[in-house]
Nanobody, 124 residues
Framework: QVQLVESGGGLVQAGGSLKLSCAVS????????MGWFRRAPGKERVFVGA???????YYANSVRGRFTVSRDNAKNTVYLQMNSLRPEDTAVYYC??????????????????WGQGTQVTVSA
């Protein structure tokens, strides 16, 4: 089975930066589309960004220009670089793998495997 482990979350002041990592094991990482989602307090889980197996990237309007998704196939790892952080970015961030469908990269139901999440807290 495919396993995903997020890391890199923490507490940061508004305007600061964090870089999240998601290490993937148990499958052929280079063929997967990889997504990032987040769940803020009292909110639904929403799409943040994603990257395809060909390294095409997609972003939610709320993070475009501030966040960057990248992947390193040699390390079986996907990253989320977050700059200019705002208090409304506070959430648990999840990475997810789509191993076989590759139809709709912005929807959570597309994905087959999920990490347990990492907390990001942005103070005002």
């Amino acid at each position: 089975q495919v396993q995903l482990v997020e890391s890199g979350g923490g507490l940061v002041q508004a305007g600061g930066s964090l870089k999240l990592s998601c290490a993937v094991s148990g499958g052929t990482f280079s063929t997967y589309a990889m997504g990032w989602f987040r769940r803020a307090p009292g909110k639904e889980r929403v799409f943040v960004g994603a990257i395809t197996s060909k390294s095409n990237t997609y972003y939610a309007n709320s993070v475009r220009g501030r966040f960057t998704v990248s992947r390193d196939n040699a390390k079986n790892t996907v990253y989320l670089q977050m700059n200019s952080l705002r208090p409304e970015d506070t959430a648990v961030y999840y990475c997810a793998a789509d191993v076989d469908k590759y139809r709709e990269i912005r929807y959570a139901d597309e994905y087959d495997y999920w990490g347990q999440g990492t907390q990001v807290t942005v103070s005002a």
